[in-house]
Structure formats: structure tokens, C-alpha cells
């Protein structure tokens, strides 16, 4: 079944979601009689975990990432550098959702917020041998090579198409060396960049080649190249663009339906009646959280309107929240990258919470428990001292580079460019992405030089 060659075509891709869902008529944008939510990966229990990893096992078994490789594959230029990204690849995600869903009805994607890991990508919570493995082991030629633990390991039962398309392995090749990923972009870049654009593709170009672009190109091996979906990071990757995407639209509630920019083929504006390539739905049944094809929200980001739903802030956060960092930027700095002002229930939203007691700071060298001492000079925490106090302590606190902030938090890098070379190997708008990169670096910067400190890492 899953083995046939589609090109990126509507009428093929009828056939093929023919086949994956008998009788599947959905109105546009009606609302979805119920609606999974999906959580940050950090946040699943382990029996969540489990049947996560078990599904995606299954449907890895079955030949659907190789199945789903192959379109993207083919579609590449068509869903890539245009506004087609967000889209595509939410539906390509909903037709896997449901597959599992066959298995264990509870089952969704969960998302995985990289920015957490912007610091030290590589020291990421995510890349565990018992899950979902970690580099490829790099073969002689130096080249990357077959992913060897986790449940994608390399076996001889498990031919996952390789970053050339051929059966063969997963592969993986960090950008730095073994063990090291150059940072990613951080938390409050990606709250920026929401505020900043002012249409769905401003955003998109702001976003894609940023944020999209460097951790599908940092872990390398299939996740660089157009067969990205033989990796579990795909999923986990884009699960958190569909809510970033959400995030954006939560941000602008006025162009919850913007969906004009260049097509897929470059050729015509596109417009919410278009239809997907290859799976051929509207798109305008794909623009909203809890209706039309996507019935889930997100742990942080709710249905209807994109409003996030009441129980998404946990008891203490708001509190935290009001601390944040981002509050004590000079005024014309805040002004120049959070236009539309940093108020709470928006920061509460959008901005991940400032909590040690998340998963995402587990395995980070020198890890802190809330009220614990610190283990090493890297916490959210500094030595003994409770969050608060902590970020309290901070204003006007000696030891910083700036009087606004105290010795806690880091400061934001550069984060990854990809070499233009890379980009023009796979046909994507260089002149584009150098623009946003200029911008990129602006920010980080401006952050550096006010002696901010991020919460995040
Ligand atoms: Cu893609």
C-alpha cells in the first residue's frame, strides 16, 4: 500500500488519502465535535511516551515514513519557501495522527519546542538513547552516518530511507562534531518575530528560515535534506510549528485567515480557497485550531479563536511570568522588538513558562531542582535561592553586564546560518534568507548589549 511512487499531484494524492480515509468529508471550517490536545513532548507521561514511541514504531514498521518521504520528497519546491509550509505539512501530520489513532485513539504528536533547547541543542532532553536515539554514528568518509540507538536505530527489519532516498538507515550528523549542535534560536527571538510580522508570509519567511531551517539542518542527515520524514524529529518538529503557527494567528486575531502569498509553484498569489498538493483539501480547512481537518489543540494554545484555553497556566506561573526578563529590557530596545508590548496574558501564552521544575532543564550540565542548591553554575537558579528571588534579584543586582540584570540566565548566542551553498543545493531563496539573517543578528545584538539574560536553557 505504501510503497507506490506519488508525485506531487492533486489527483494521485485523492487517491491516496482515498485510501487512508474511507468517506472522510469534512465541511469547511466546521467545528470539530472533539478535539486531542497535544503536548510538549517534555510533558507526556511515561505511558505517554510509550504509546507514542509504540505507534510511531508500528507505522515506521508499516513503510509510512518511507511512504511519507517519498511525497515530500517529490513536493519539496512545492511546499518549502512559500506559504504552503504551514499547511502541507499540518495535514501531512493529521494523516499520521490519525494512523496512530487506529492503534490507540488517546495518541497525538507532541509537539518539541526547540527554543527551549537553543542553548545547548545537543544537551537536549530529546536526544536519548532509550527513545528517540541520538547522532548518527559518523561513518569513515566522515559524511554522517546510520542512527544506532533509540527505536529508529539501524536493523536489518527497519529500512528507513536514507538522506540520498535510499533503504538503508536513518541517518543523523550533527553540525559541530559528535556531540554538538551551534544554538538555535531562542524563546524570545520567536516572540519577536510573531510580534514583528504583520502577515501570515511575513511570518513564515521570519520563521522558516530561522527557526525551521536550523534544526532541520544542525541534526543533519535525513533531517537536512528533502527525506526528513524518515526521522521522529520531523513529526516532533513540525507538531510545533503547527502550534507556533497558532501562536502567530493568538498574536494577530484579525488575520486568523491570512493566507496570501506567493503558490507553491510560484506562479499566482495564493488564496485560503487553494487546496493542498497532494492531499488536494481546501485550506481553508486547515487554518484552524478545533475545526475544519484539525481537531486538537495545544497544551498552551486552545480552539475557537485561538484562545488559550483557562487551565493552560499552571498555579505560579503567572507570578513567574511577571518577573520576566523581557520586562526589564531599556525601553526603546522593548519597543523596537515587542511592538505590540509585553502584556502578561499575551507573555503567558507565547513565551514559554520560567519554571525549573520542567523537564526541559533535566539534563542540562549543572541541572537545579526548585529550591535546591545548584549543581553547577548553569541553572535557571542561582545557588540556593527560590526562581523568584532569583529573577527578582536580579534588578539592579551587581555581577551582571548590565545594572537591569543580575549573574542569572545566559546570554543569547549567534544563533546557526546555513551556508548558502546548502540552500542552493536544495533550489530554496538565498537573498531571502540573507535578509532575515541580518535581522537575526540585530536582535541577539540588541539582546547582548542590554545585558539580557535569558530564563531559557
Ligand atoms: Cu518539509
Same mark, same amino acid.
Given at each position: 500500500m505504501f510503497k507506490s511512487i506519488f508525485k506531487c499531484s492533486p489527483t494521485v494524492g485523492l487517491i491516496a488519502l482515498g485510501l487512508l480515509f474511507a468517506c472522510d468529508l469534512v465541511n469547511a471550517q466546521a467545528t470539530c465535535p472533539h478535539n486531542k490536545v497535544r503536548k510538549e513532548? *517534555?510533558? &507526556?507521561s511515561p505511558k505517554e511516551l510509550g504509546a507514542f514511541i509504540n505507534g510511531m514504531k508500528r507505522l515506521q514498521d508499516r513503510g509510512v515514513f518511507n511512504w511519507l518521504g517519498r511525497i515530500h520528497n517529490n513536493c519539496y519546491p512545492n511546499v $518549502?519557501? +512559500?506559504?504552503q509550509l504551514f499547511p502541507w505539512h499540518r495535514e501531512a501530520l493529521i494523516i499520521i495522527e490519525n494512523m496512530l489513532q487506529e492503534y490507540d485513539p488517546e495518541i497525538t504528536i507532541p509537539y518539541w519546542d526547540a527554543s527551549l533547547d537553543f542553548y545547548q541543542p545537543a544537551a537536549s532532553w530529546v536526544f536519548n538513547p532509550s527513545t528517540f536515539g541520538t547522532n548518527g554514528k559518523t561513518n569513515t568518509t566522515g559524511t554522517g552516518g546510520c542512527v544506532?540507538?533509540?527505536?529508529? @536505530? $539501524?536493523? #536489518?527489519n527497519t529500512r528507513l530511507l536514507d538522506s540520498s532516498g535510499r533503504e538503508n538507515c536513518l541517518e543523523r550528523n550533527f553540525n559541530v562534531d559528535q556531540n554538538t549542535i551551534s544554538p538555535w534560536h531562542s524563546p524570545e527571538f520567536v516572540a519577536s518575530i510573531i510580534q514583528l510580522s504583520t502577515s501570515l508570509e511575513e511570518f513564515r519567511k521570519l520563521f522558516e528560515y530561522t527557526y525551521h531551517d536550523s534544526v532541520h539542518q544542525t541534526i543533519g542527515g535525513n533531517m537536512g535534506t528533502p527525506w526528513s520524514p524518515s526521522d521522529i524529529f520531523f513529526y516532533l518538529h513540525h507538531s510545533n510549528i503547527d502550534r507556533v503557527w497558532a501562536l502567530w494567528q493568538y498574536t494577530h486575531p484579525d488575520l486568523i485567515d491570512d493566507y496570501v502569498g506567493l503558490n507553491g509553484d510560484s506562479t499566482a498569489m495564493s488564496t485560503i480557497n487553494d487546496r493542498t498538493d497532494?492531499? +488536494? /483539501?481546501?485550506i481553508r480547512e486547515l #487554518? *484552524? &485550531? %478545533?475545526?475544519g481537518k484539525v481537531c486538537f489543540y495545544f497544551d498552551n494554545i486552545g480552539p475557537a479563536g485561538a484562545r488559550p484555553p483557562p487551565a493552560s497556566v499552571a498555579k505560579g506561573e503567572t507570578s513567574l511570568m511577571k518577573h520576566h526578563p523581557l520586562l526589564k529590557l531599556p525601553e526603546h530596545i522593548r519597543r523596537k522588538w515587542f511592538p505590540l508590548g509585553l502584556n502578561l496574558e499575551w507573555m503567558e501564552t507565547v513565551l514559554p513558562p520560567i519554571d525549573a521544575t520542567r523537564k526541559y532543564s533535566q539534563t542540562r550540565p549543572g541541572n537545579v531542582v526548585v529550591g535546591g542548591a545548584a /549543581? =553547577? +553554575? /548553569? %541553572?535557571? &537558579? %542561582? @545557588? =540556593? %535561592?527560590?526562581i523568584i528571588n532569583s529573577l527578582i534579584g536580579g534588578i539592579g543586582g551587581g555581577g551582571g553586564s548590565s545594572s537591569n540584570y543580575g549573574g542569572d540566565g545566559v546570554t543569547i548566542p549567534q544563533p546557526y546560518e546555513i551556508p548558502d551553498s546548502t540552500l542552493v543545493g536544495m533550489a530554496r531563496n538565498v537573498t531571502a534568507k540573507r535578509f532575515v539573517e541580518r535581522l537575526v543578528r540585530d536582535f541577539v545584538n540588541d539582546m547582548s548589549t542590554s545585558g539580557y539574560r535569558s530564563p531559557y536553557y
Open positions: 513532548v *517534555r510533558q &507526556l $518549502h519557501d +512559500n506559504i544506532v540507538d533509540g527505536f529508529q @536505530a $539501524h536493523s #536489518t497532494v492531499w +488536494n /483539501t481546501p #487554518t *484552524r &485550531l %478545533g475545526s /549543581t =553547577g +553554575n /548553569t %541553572g535557571i &537558579l %542561582g @545557588a =540556593g %535561592g527560590s
